[in-house]
């Protein structure tokens, strides 16, 4: 049996959602998403929210759960339990890149074998110059094969409600 840290990712375009246009340019064959809200505003809030960000606050306060490492770190692989109806649907990932900038915060994964869908999902955190912090969600995916492919329209609901809610994992004080 393969360690999950040996397996292979099911997608070529490595790294592709630290470019900004990825959504609107994915890769052949892949559907491209990105969604970006306010959560807040001040040094405090990014602070907290970089940090949140880090140890898998999106997909925790979205309501997944994740075994692997509990902080994202760089080549780590985790599953995530995605919760779907009265499951969890387990989604193996592996993290491509994190990025740390003074005003910038986040990271990617990719899937592995045995995730619905292939393709990658950044999450990242803003800290922006009139004070206000932002979190930006983008991601280009497919059906993993043809099984998941026969509920594509289900993978799709999934997929922008998870992103609804995960827009929502690191709100704050608008203020």
């Known amino acids: 049996m393969t360690a999950p840290e040996e397996l292979e990712l099911t997608y070529d375009a490595v790294g592709a959602t ?14 491209g998403i990105e969604k970006t809200a306010r959560i807040g505003a001040g040094s405090a809030h990014f602070a907290a929210a970089a940090d949140a960000v880090l140890a898998w606050g999106v997909q925790r306060n979205s309501g997944f759960g994740i075994r692997g490492s509990q902080s994202v770190i760089e080549g780590s692989t985790v599953t995530l339990l995605i ?19 003074p005003r910038r915060v986040g990271f990617a994964y990719g899937t592995l074998p045995g995730h619905p869908e292939n393709g990658e999902e950044a999450f990242l955190v803003e800290h922006r110059d009139d004070d206000s912090v932002w979190i930006d ?27 609804r809610r995960y827009l929502r994992a690191l709100a704050g004080p608008q203020g």
């Open 137 to 163: 969600i983008r991601a280009f995916s497919r059906p993993a094969n043809r099984l998941w492919s026969l509920v594509s329209p289900v993978l799709r609901l999934t997929q922008e409600f998870y992103t």
């Open 83 to 101: 919760p779907f109806g009265p499951f969890r649907v387990p989604a193996a990932a592996r993290v491509v890149y994190v990025l740390r900038e």
């Open 18 to 31: 630290a470019d900004p246009f990825a959504a609107s340019s994915p890769p052949e064959g892949y559907r």
